[in-house]
């Protein structure tokens, strides 16, 4: 199985500030790589697919990079909506696998 | 719009099964695939398996195969996925998820808690 690790875990960050999610999978999965928030007690959110395209009506301040093992997840001014946790999912194999997930806090 | 309405949360014994059903709406089901998608108290999110809505043809994860099933019901726009065997472990909230065109999981079921208690 393709294993998903994100870093960091947890991040701690203002409103206003801009942040960077990092996922690296243990082998090349080219550009089928999503990211997702998910709330508590809610279902995850598609923000990005394909590495680096944004799912309709997601904020232009979301934004992903990246290709083959190592992908960042950006946000670019962070709002108070935004604290959450953040996913990235490989789907170029499977089985599909998850990152362990960052958790996005309020410092 | 799209929706996918799961059935409710669900308490059950070692050694039980559970069925877990999606409901679609706002789109052809036929057209679409679904997928299942588990998420343990403090772990990541698990991949589980999938359904061709349109021909029925099922993959599941090698971690859950024979333990899990999945089916569909076109005519009520229904999926259900069916764990065997349940045990302690398998306590989750249990998703349902879209596979859109070109797109992985793009609409998510509201989620079903299951709990396997003695």
């Known amino acids: 199985d393709i294993q998903m690790t994100q870093s960091p875990s947890t991040l701690s960050a203002s409103v206003g500030d801009r942040v960077t999610i990092t996922c690296r999978a243990s082998?090349?999965?080219?550009?089928?790589l999503a990211w997702y928030q998910q709330k508590p007690g809610k279902a995850p959110k598609l923000l990005i697919y394909e590495a680096s395209s944004l799912e309709s009506g997601v904020p232009s301040r979301f934004s992903g990079s990246g290709s083959e093992t190592e992908f960042t997840l950006t946000i670019g001014s962070l709002q108070p909506d935004d604290f959450a946790t953040y996913h990235c999912?490989?789907?170029?194999?499977?089985?599909?696998?998850f990152g362990q997930g960052t958790k996005l806090e309020i410092k | 719009q799209v929706q996918l309405v799961q059935s409710g949360a669900e308490v059950k014994r070692p050694g039980a099964s559970v069925e877990v059903s999606c409901k679609a709406s706002g789109y052809t089901v036929t057209d679409y695939a679904i997928h299942w998608v588990r998420q343990a108290p403090g772990q990541r999110l698990e991949w589980m398996g999938w359904?061709?809505?349109?021909?029925?043809?099922?993959r599941y994860s090698q971690r859950f195969q024979g333990r899990v099933t999945i089916t569909r019901d076109t005519s009520a726009s229904t999926v259900y996925m069916e764990v065997s065997s349940l045990r302690s472990e398998d306590t989750a909230t249990y998703y349902c998820?879209?596979?859109?065109?070109?797109?992985?999981?793009?609409?998510w079921g509201q989620g079903t808690l299951v709990t396997v208690s003695s």
């Open positions: 082998q090349s999965i080219r550009s089928w």
């Open positions: 999912q490989q789907y170029n194999t499977y089985p599909y696998t």
């Open positions: 359904i061709n809505a349109g021909n029925g043809n099922t």
């Open positions: 998820a879209r596979v859109g065109l070109g797109l992985p999981f793009d609409y």
